[in-house]
């Protein structure tokens, strides 16, 4: 009984104060009116007795003043009973759109276990409408920290446009909306964006270590932009280095990609936390797509990215990739503890015919 109580006190309070409708302004508006000639018919007269005394208190107010209150307190109880039946009206039409709308969340999971904060709750207590979840967990191919077959998790990312395809069949493009978070290999998370680059009204969210919980990219944009150091040499091959949330490792660059012109992108303060506007990512994505453009200008017909990011970084910096006037790119993933630090890629190539598909390096290495 006390549950019910207090939550019809918390919808009344929320329907009464929270909620922001033109239609509850009318409401309020009607209900401080009311008041107010309620207030003023009881300052205008007030008086107590019974058989020993009696106590009056007021002034003898003239029927001009009575009159201006009576049509107050008709008017107040006519705007108040607009306001209620517009938001109830507003509600219900409301309630009709909500019924149609969709939202489909994708969390992807493989570094660490959000399954005790799905992104699809995070999601519900934002959405007055329906939330579907599409996870994708790739942990059982992760030992201490290490992909053991990244090929069976990249089966299941080039899934998702198909398994996405099927969540979103039944209903009207304009009624569904796509939220995307995750903690996963960059690689495979550049390649999710890659993959959904022309799938619209997607929001991102990412994972906040500090707290173990979701966030929305809600902070302003400071303004940093990517510090360039350009290789004089130039190929038809060259290695990005791209420094966002860590440094990357430079002598592991050096001894996997021996052969190879190296150009960094780096960011002047590194930081895990240094990615939540939402403003500041698109501006740098688009940064990172000018400059692959200046190396195809130059030459370049493959670009090996080493990217040291987070997790909407990376699938934003993917959305951001051109499939058909870019070079063809391999994503590396970085293995700190490995001999081979950067072991393997996603290479990606924009050929007819050829597939996205893990690649083992194959470098040779100097000491």
């Not at 209900?31 to 007795?49: E, K, N, Q």
């Not at 929305?216 to 040499?233: K, Y």
């Not at 000018?290 to 370049?300: M, Q, W």
């Amino acid at each position: 009984m006390k549950k019910a109580i207090s939550y019809f006190i918390e919808k009344a309070a929320d329907w009464l104060f929270r909620r922001r409708s033109t239609a509850l302004i009318v409401f309020r508006t009607g209900g401080a009116l009311l008041s107010m000639t309620l207030i003023g018919s009881w300052a205008v007269s007030f008086s107590y007795s019974d058989a020993a005394r009696t106590l009056a208190f007021g002034y003898q107010s003239s029927s001009t003043t009575q009159l201006i209150l009576n049509i107050g307190f008709v008017v107040g109880i006519l705007i108040t009973v607009l306001g209620a039946v517009w938001e109830y009206q507003r509600f219900r039409d409301e309630k009709k759109r909500n019924d149609k709308k969709k939202t489909v969340v994708i969390e992807q999971r493989g570094l660490v276990d959000t399954s005790d904060s799905p992104l699809s709750e995070f999601m519900k207590n934002k959405c007055g409408w329906q939330v579907d979840s599409l996870v994708q967990d790739i942990r059982e191919r992760v030992t201490e920290n290490v992909i053991s077959r990244p090929d069976l998790a990249l089966a299941k990312v080039t899934n998702l446009k198909v398994s996405l395809a099927e969540k979103t069949a039944q209903s009207a493009a304009s009624d569904i909306s796509i939220a995307y978070g995750g903690v996963f290999p960059v690689p495979f998370t550049f390649y999710t964006g890659y993959l959904l680059d022309d799938e619209s009204r997607i929001t991102l969210h990412d994972w906040d270590r500090d707290i173990g919980g979701w966030r929305d990219l809600d902070e302003i944009d400071d303004g940093e932009e990517f510090i360039v150091e350009q290789s004089p040499a130039i190929g038809k091959s060259v290695v990005l280095a791209v420094s966002v949330s860590y440094p990357v490792d430079r002598q592991s660059i050096a001894n996997v990609f021996a052969d190879l012109p190296v150009h960094y992108l780096s960011l002047p303060t590194l930081d895990r936390n240094n990615h939540w506007s939402k403003a500041k990512q698109d501006r740098l994505s688009g940064e990172f797509f000018e400059y692959c453009k200046k190396l195809l200008v130059l030459g370049v017909e493959h670009i090996h990215l080493v990217l040291a990011s987070q997790n909407s970084i990376a699938f934003r910096f993917g959305q951001s990739y051109d499939k058909r006037n870019l070079p063809s790119v391999s994503v590396y993933q970085y293995e700190r503890h490995q001999t081979v630090r950067y072991p393997w890629c996603v290479q990606i190539p924009h050929e007819d015919g050829n597939n996205v598909e893990v690649v083992q390096t194959e470098f040779k290495h100097v000491a």
